[in-house]
């Protein structure tokens, strides 16, 4: 069984020692490499592209709950590039979304300075 299932983000080397990150998009039955759709990587040729590479020079990225808002524009450049409208769209609402952060803000009373001063 590979350590791998389809959609995990991974980083790897590849059998010419070129360094990629990318996801998971097929498994290859029979084989211990992995159809993975490259990111990024030193190669810059390789980017965009799917390449074949061995499982046990990859290593899984871990995930976060939460996206910067960066990070969400990064994933909405990759949806277009792989021309994914469900998941462009998806992204796209979460731009809408308020972050943790600004959540936080949001729900804490505001603290006004020139009242503070004025009980001094």
Same mark, same amino acid.
Do not use: C
């Given at each position: 069984?590979? &350590?791998?299932?389809?959609?995990?983000?991974?980083?790897? !080397?590849?059998?010419?020692?070129?360094?990629?990150?990318?996801?998971?998009?097929?498994?290859? &039955?029979?084989?211990?490499?992995? !159809?993975?759709?490259?990111?990024?990587?030193?190669?810059?040729?390789?980017?965009?592209?799917?390449?074949?590479?061995?499982?046990?020079?990859?290593?899984?990225?871990?995930?976060?709950?939460?996206?910067? !808002?960066?990070?969400?524009?990064?994933?909405?450049?990759?949806?277009?590039?792989?021309?994914?409208?469900?998941?462009?769209?998806?992204?796209?609402?979460?731009?809408?979304? &308020?972050?943790?952060?600004?959540?936080?803000?949001?729900? !804490?009373?505001?603290?006004?300075?020139?009242?503070?001063?004025?009980?001094?």
């Amino acid at each position: 069984m590979k &350590p791998f299932q389809v959609g995990d983000w991974v980083r790897g !080397k590849t059998n010419y020692g070129e360094l990629f990150h990318g996801y998971i998009q097929s498994d290859e &039955p029979f084989s211990q490499n992995m !159809k993975v759709r490259v990111i990024k990587s030193d190669n810059e040729e390789m980017e965009g592209k799917v390449i074949s590479a061995n499982s046990i020079k990859m290593r899984r990225l871990e995930t976060s709950a939460t996206y910067s !808002k960066d990070s969400i524009l990064a994933l909405i450049d990759i949806a277009l590039l792989i021309k994914d409208k469900e998941w462009f769209m998806e992204l796209t609402s979460l731009l809408t979304k &308020p972050t943790k952060l600004e959540a936080q803000m949001i729900n !804490k009373p505001a603290n006004n300075r020139i009242e503070k001063r004025q009980n001094i």
